[in-house]
């Protein structure tokens, strides 16, 4: 079992930056990719980005792409997600995964574990 509590969403203008946190508790963290995914109101969950279980290997949707950074510190069992460059259309919850193997994919029934989302917000 693995637990994963997601911080540091909030309201920010466009253009402004955040950073949100992931910290996972449990099953071994050093194991499992990671991925981060949004919901919007009244669409799908979609797909943000991962990063292999050393932190090597990093995956981005296209939207984000040059705005966006995940990363980890397995020593610290937490995952980022430095967000740069915000636009409105970037408000959703976001939500941290935990996939039980190593690589992880860019699908969201594939995660395990689930973190219960974090809001962020941005202003035109």
């Known amino acids: 079992q693995v637990q994963l509590v997601e911080s540091g969403g909030g309201l920010v203008q466009a253009g402004g930056s955040l950073r949100l946190s992931c910290a996972a508790s449990g099953r071994t963290f050093s194991n499992s990719a990671m991925g981060w995914f949004r919901q919007a109101p009244g669409k799908e969950r979609e797909f943000v980005a991962r990063?292999?279980?050393?932190?090597?290997?990093?995956t981005y949707a296209d939207s984000v792409k040059g705005r966006f950074t995940i990363s980890r510190d397995n020593a610290k069992t937490t995952v980022y997600l430095q967000m740069n460059s915000l636009k409105p259309e970037d408000t959703a919850v976001y939500y941290c995964a935990a996939a039980l193997g190593y690589f992880g994919t860019n699908v969201a029934r594939e995660y395990a574990y689930w973190g219960q989302g974090t809001q962020v917000t941005v202003s035109s």
């Open positions: 990063i292999n279980s050393s932190g090597g290997v990093t």
